[in-house]
């Protein structure tokens, strides 16, 4: 993964609007999460997800590495002490936004509460746009987003449309001292707007599916 000076990356991206942040190349996609050691050791010796990782509930995940620096208090959080940087097939990732519901009905889509709801029950993806924040914690204008996956949905991404789990608690543990009112020696991933490809084809091999 690259890394790139907060205050540097700050100059390019947008102030304001909803758009996603990510560390990405050709072919992957990073999203983050943070967990107990139990979770996270599992993860990073079998690559995948399982033993006290529970898949009967929904599993957040985010693209944006500040999203989760504030969500982690830096990985202070109790429960909360291990970032993964978890490097998924652009392909699933991009079915996953096919395929996601809004967490709450959206203005003006012309969409009734009552479709909206049975939307959000039979979909396995749930899209979530939040207030992104700064370094230091605190929110700004623009949004950031996170997919809520349970189900079929979470079943893949947990079991197959994994590339590599990496540890980032120690780089973490790292930067922290750097948030600062200026941030001027804060590093972070480097990230870049996302955008999906157009649909992703299921039946082509490697495709987006979510089996």
């Excluded at 990073?30 to 995948?48: F, G, K, W």
């Excluded at 230091?136 to 991404?157: C, F, H, K, M, N």
């Excluded at 948030?179 to 299921?202: D, F, N, S, W």
């Amino acid at each position: 993964m690259d890394y790139e000076y907060y205050i540097e990356q700050l100059k390019r991206w947008p102030a304001n609007g909803q758009h996603i942040l990510a560390n990405y190349d050709h072919d992957s996609i990073v999203v983050y999460q943070a967990y107990r050691d139990e979770i996270a050791d599992y993860a990073l010796s079998h690559q995948c997800f399982g033993g006290a990782f529970s898949y009967s509930r929904m599993s957040w995940i985010k693209p944006n590495f500040l999203w989760m620096m504030f969500r982690s208090g830096w990985a202070t959080k109790p429960g909360q002490e291990r970032i993964l940087a978890v490097r998924l097939r652009r392909t699933f990732f991009d079915a996953l936004l096919e395929q996601a519901v809004s967490s709450s009905l959206p203005a003006g889509s012309g969409q009734s509460r009552e479709d909206w709801q049975a939307a959000v029950k039979a979909s396995d993806v749930r899209l979530q746009w939040d207030p992104d924040h700064d370094p230091s914690g605190g929110p700004i204008d623009r949004r950031a987003v996170q997919l809520g996956l349970r189900g079929r949905a979470l079943e893949t991404y947990g079991k197959s449309a994994i590339v590599s789990i990496a540890d980032m608690t120690e780089f973490v543990s790292t930067q922290r001292r750097h948030v600062t009112e200026q941030c001027e020696a804060l590093l972070m991933p480097v990230e870049h707007i996302y955008v999906p490809r157009q649909k992703t084809g299921c039946a082509q091999p490697g495709g987006g599916c979510i089996e």
